[in-house]
């Protein structure tokens, strides 16, 4: 019953902007933490953005940058992640999660993960 469905991935230019989607069923994002995690080549899954069950977004390393912005429509049962400017730092697999209710930046934290989307910044 519990799915998440990344989308929205693809091969963009350098500077260029992509937004993700996370389309979420079974249950209500609204009601639980909502995250973004990546993976870059060669590394480990790493939290690049989150909103909590109340609506508020905690920072991340990975977000401070302004590289990303998470939001949610919780009337559309969809997470969303906007990229822009995007650099070959911004290459990875792209992963939606959920847990409970409050933000975790650790994989182990999260009960739910989509199967992810591909980005990959390239001339």
Known sequence: ?????????????PGGSLRLSCAA???????????????RPGLAREIVACINGNGRAPHYPATESGRYAISRDNDKNTLYLQMNNLDSGHTAIYYCAVRHYYCSDSVNAYVTWGQGTQVTVSS
């Open 1 to 13: 019953q519990l799915q998440l469905v990344e989308s929205g991935g693809g091969l963009v230019q």
């Open 25 to 39: 069923s079974g249950f209500a994002l609204g009601d639980h933490a909502t995250s973004w995690f990546r993976q």
